[in-house]
């Protein structure tokens, strides 16, 4: 007689477990992750408006630096958040057997490589722009370099939606929850909450000078530059208008 089909009356049924996680990414770095990512789509749809400059402005400083942090804790960070993590990445696709797997996994750490030194030279050449520190010279580089971002940033979630198929997991979760399913121990030990509360209100301390100072409002360029370049265009108008007057009286 089998008796394991039917379990004696009040036998308790063994709890379920939850699935085994570990978590591989500090909440600085998701932060700070998505945070540029927002701030790169800002600043692209805002580029074109000439009325929304000032907001352009803003994004374009907020993802510098952002870019800039992100550099230094990749070199000075937890060691699976260093830079040198993505580096070993890339180079152990090609080492022993090719695998679609590492391929991809390999693309997606070489395009988070190219998103980082695209936002810096993005946000450095719009830093030179909006300074005029070298006249209008890097106009095109900085143009480009938010072109080439865009193909990047549509690059990285292609392969992430690759690997995504490929290990019937999602690669997109751990970014938003820092951990990804299975066991062992975690691979960041710590979560790091207390810092990344730090950066949000960093950030929001900035948005809301910006929003003070008048940089936000449309048709409003800040206190910088560009508004010494409009009144230098005013003064010259009024100088046209008066040789043309001039002119006249002779």
Known sequence: MDITQNPPRGAEAPAETAPKQRRIIDAPTRLV???????????????EQEAWHGLHISFGYTALGLALWRLLWGLLGPRRSRLAALLNRVRGAWQGRL???????????????????????????????????????????????????????????????????LRRRNAFAPMFSGRQPGAGPDLVRHSLWPLALGIATLIAAFWAW????????????????????SVHHEHHDKGERHRGRSHDDD
Do not use: C, T
């Open 33 to 47: 992750h998505w945070a540029l990512a927002l701030s790169f789509v800002g600043a692209y749809v805002s580029a």
């Open 99 to 165: 695998e679609a797997g590492r391929l991809l996994a390999a693309g997606q750490a070489a395009a988070a490589l190219g998103l980082l030194g695209l936002a810096l030279l993005s946000g450095l050449s719009g830093l030179a722009l909006d300074q005029e520190w070298l006249g209008e010279a890097l106009e095109e580089l900085h143009e480009a370099s938010g072109e080439i971002m865009l193909f990047v940033v549509l690059l990285h979630l292609g392969l992430l939606a690759g690997l995504s198929v």
């Open 210 to 229: 910006q929003w003070n100072r008048g940089a936000l409002a449309p048709g409003k360029e800040g206190e910088g530059g560009h508004e010494q370049h």
